[in-house]
């Protein structure tokens, strides 16, 4: 019987891992880059590569988003999803090398925004297979004048 539990128990965490659709990169930071001038609010979404071998990523039309910008419970920015896919990219990085995407501005007022950014890019193994990484997160910030 403890036989059958543990082969279970495998089964079990062998089909959890294969369902599991989107892995980060532990050699990958992303973060945001705020600014707030004049009325205006600037956020870019930023990657870091920490790795110490050079590495290359591939990505469609950007390594890095901003999903949505939210003030008060207001949807502020919302990143339109029907943008077509204008090219493949590639960049390679060495360690502690950033590549950021594109910045959006918001016209905004001094208070506390939250903004959500996406980063998605593949990286081909030494085996040859390509690897599909997401990074995602969610972050406070505050405009002040």
Known sequence: MKI???????????????CSVDETHG?????????YTSGTLYLTPVITYTGDDPITFQYDNSIAWID?????????Y???????LTMKHQSTLNKNEKRN?????IKAEPGQYKV??????????????????????????????
């Open 4 to 18: 059958v539990s543990m082969v279970f128990i495998i089964f079990s965490i062998i089909t959890f891992r294969m």
């Open 27 to 35: 050699d990958v930071e992303l973060t945001l880059s705020p600014s």
């Open 68 to 76: 949505e910008v939210t003030f008060d419970g207001v949807s502020m």
């Open 78 to 84: 919302e990143k339109d999803n029907d943008e077509p």
């Open 101 to 105: 995407g594109p910045t959006i501005e």
């Open 116 to 145: 959500e950014l996406t980063s998605l890019f593949y990286i081909d193994s030494s085996e040859g297979e390509r690897q599909r990484f997401v990074h995602s997160i969610v972050q406070t910030i505050e405009a002040t004048r």
